[in-house]
Structure formats: structure tokens, C-alpha cells
T-cell receptor, first 115, second 113 residues
Framework: DADVTQTPRNRITKTGKRIMLECSQTKGHDRMYWYRQDPGLGLQLIYYSFDVKDINKGEISDGYSVSRQAQAKFSLSLESAIPNQTALYFC??????????????FGPGTRLLVL | AQSVAQPEDQVNVAEGNPLTVKCTYSVSGNPYLFWYVQYPNRGLQFLLKYITGDNLVKGSYGFEAEFNKSQTSFHLKKPSALVSDSALYFCAVRPNRDDKIIFGKGTRLHILP
């Protein structure tokens, strides 16, 4: 979805480095999410935010932190990257006003390689 | 524990044949069910959802899915497959209105020319 952008699209880093992945959306949605995708494991939820003042851990939050700078921006940080954090990372948004049929909209992904 | 299962890692179908991608779920209450598709080098795209009402749900690109409460299934179907349908398909469930969505591990669909 072009209304959800992620930067960078690709990143190579070394073990121990701190990196930040950024997500921005122009959809006006209140909820934002960070997932990682590994082959055969599907999508795993890292963190999610239901509004600017609300941050929650997902299934695999260890080694990650997030910041919701504004309704439209949600950043994911790896404080000290390790090789098993090599994965494809997706940001997603949703609108709580749509109720039970709330659908998530995904960004194009960031491919991260930790050497 | 609440979960969603996609029992097939990969499904191969000849072009023009009907296709089915299977999904079963294990949640209490009345869940909300979704299918998403991921094309190469792209994020997930919403295909269709079941909230309530008619058990047969129609979605994008000619896909449909049938909700079967007794079998706790939500299989994705298409009457005639296209090569362009080749992609990774994810089933997802939201156990209740305010719950987070739970994704299956995905099924890779190959449509053979």
C-alpha cells in the first residue's frame, strides 16, 4: 500500500550496531504495528501501538524497541543488532473506527541483514 | 491457545483448474477471519474477510472463501487459477473485536502454465 512507507527498504549492518527502521502513513489510521517475517514462520508481531500514547509488546519484543513519534510515524529500533535479527520487517496500520472488520494495511517491507 | 493453521506449505495447481488453500482456526467465540496475499518483494495485501452473515465471502481478483463454523475452517477458493495468482497466501483470525490479529504461517501457491 503506497500510503504506508518504510525506510530504508534494504539495510546491511554489523553485529552490535544500533539501527532504526522507520514507518510513515498517510491513511490517518490510529493503530500501527511492526512485524518480522522469516521463511516458514509467517508473521510475528514485535510491537503494536493503538494510539500515540499506547505502546504494547508483541510475541517477540526482546531486542527491539519502538517509538510512536506522531500518529503517522512509528519507528522500530534494534539497540544492538545480532545475526538472528536478519529478516524482512513490515509495518502495518489499521483504523479502529472500522470496527470488527478492521483490516491491516502493510508497507513494502525492509529487508535487514545483520552480519 | 488461540491459533490459526495453514496445513499446506505449498500448493501446486495447473492454470485453469480450481484452487483451494486451506485454513483452520482454534479460537473461542465468534472470530473474524481474513485472507491476505503477498506477491514477491511486496507487503501483504488484503483479499477478503468474514465478519458475519453469508458463509461465502467474495473478495478481490476472483477469490472467495467459505466460513464453516462446525469445521472451524475458512478455505480460500478460486474457480479457475491464473499464473498471476502465484504468491504467498496468509490466513488470519481476530478472536474478538478488540483482539490483535493472528496470522498463519502462509501457503505458497504455484500456478503451473
Amino acid at each position: 500500500d503506497a500510503d504506508v512507507t518504510q525506510t530504508p527498504r534494504n539495510r546491511i549492518t554489523k553485529t552490535g550496531k544500533r539501527i532504526m527502521l522507520e514507518c510513515s502513513q498517510t491513511k490517518g489510521h490510529d493503530r500501527m504495528y511492526w512485524y518480522r517475517q522469516d521463511p516458514g514462520l509467517g508473521l510475528q508481531l514485535i510491537y503494536y501501538s493503538f494510539d500515540v500514547k499506547d505502546i504494547n509488546k508483541g510475541e517477540i519484543s526482546d531486542g527491539y524497541s519502538v517509538s510512536r513519534q506522531a500518529q503517522a510515524k512509528f519507528s522500530l529500533s534494534l539497540e544492538s543488532a545480532i545475526p538472528n535479527q536478519t529478516a524482512l520487517y513490515f509495518c502495518a496500520t489499521s483504523d479502529s473506527r472500522t470496527g470488527a472488520g478492521e483490516t491491516q494495511y502493510f508497507g513494502p517491507g525492509t529487508r535487514l541483514l545483520v552480519l | 491457545a488461540q491459533s490459526v493453521a495453514q496445513p499446506e506449505d505449498q500448493v501446486n495447481v495447473a492454470e485453469g483448474n480450481p484452487l483451494t488453500v486451506k485454513c483452520t482456526y482454534s479460537v473461542s467465540g465468534n472470530p473474524y477471519l481474513f485472507w491476505y496475499v503477498q506477491y514477491p518483494n511486496r507487503g501483504l495485501q488484503f483479499l477478503l474477510k468474514y465478519i458475519t452473515g453469508d458463509n461465502l465471502v467474495k473478495g478481490s481478483y476472483g477469490f472467495e472463501a467459505e466460513f464453516n463454523k462446525s469445521q472451524t475452517s475458512f478455505h480460500l477458493k478460486k474457480p479457475s487459477a491464473l499464473v498471476s495468482d502465484s504468491a504467498l497466501y496468509f490466513c488470519a483470525v481476530r478472536p474478538n473485536r478488540d483482539d490483535k490479529i493472528i496470522f498463519g504461517k502462509g501457503t505458497r501457491l504455484h500456478i503451473l502454465p
